[in-house]
């Protein structure tokens, strides 16, 4: 083999990897799937109440509905629920009374994750998030109450990449919630819309 055809097998075997490795690539999710942020200093006598405000802007073309989890600071799920967004709608919920108010285990949250998860409506209703279909069209913002002073600042909620894994995990937590809680752990949809 002369080096011009060796160069061209060399390039072509290059070529025919690479193609290969970016077939095989999976796209991320898009943004606005997958929206988490925190709260602190929830349900603490003097502390002010903390939002979550939360909009579809049609992205998605109509309703959809954002499905929340809450965790406690030990990383269990304590509530989940799911509230119908309408386009250009803005719902507020309340940390203290919406999102931290009926934990599975009784106990009251100070502080913890909240995970809010864009999916399709299912007879143009928002069942509980046992099982979803996740689509890209949510946006969040949420109030925080900071230190010993309680401050307050305000942030947009953090996109976050939301694997087939992820998706399982809330669902099975929040099917076991539905089963086992008998009406606790199921969170409440705000005000708005």
């Given at each position: 083999m002369n080096r011009t055809t060796m160069l061209v097998v060399c390039a072509l075997a290059f070529a025919?990897?690479?193609?290969?490795?970016?077939?095989?690539?999976?796209?991320p999710p898009p943004a606005d799937t997958l929206k988490v942020d925190y709260f602190a200093n929830a349900n603490?006598?003097?502390?002010?109440?903390?939002?979550?405000?939360?909009?579809?802007?049609?992205?998605?073309?109509?309703?959809?509905?954002?499905?929340i989890f809450v965790f406690d600071a030990n990383?269990?799920?304590?509530?989940?629920?799911?509230?119908?967004q309408t386009p250009d709608g803005l719902q507020t919920f309340s940390v203290n009374a919406n999102l931290t108010n009926n934990p599975l285990t009784g106990v009251i949250l100070s502080g913890g994750l909240i995970k809010i998860v864009s999916t399709t409506t299912v007879g143009g209703i928002c069942p509980l998030p046992t099982k979803f279909t996740p689509v890209a069209?949510?946006?969040?913002?949420?109030?925080?109450?900071?230190?010993?002073?309680?401050?307050?600042?305000e942030t947009a909620s953090q996109d976050?990449?939301?694997s087939s894994a992820e998706v399982s995990r809330l669902e099975t937590e929040c099917s076991a919630i539905n089963t086992d809680g008998s009406g606790s752990g199921i969170c409440s949809c705000g005000s708005g819309e």
């Open positions: 025919l990897c690479t193609g290969s490795a970016l077939a095989e690539t999976i796209a603490t006598a003097g502390a002010p109440d903390a939002t979550v405000r939360i909009t579809d802007p049609n992205t998605n073309g109509g309703n959809i509905c954002a499905s990383q269990e799920m304590s509530e989940c629920c799911s509230c119908l069209a949510v946006r969040a913002w949420a109030t925080h109450i900071q230190n010993v002073s309680y401050t307050e600042t976050a990449t939301l």
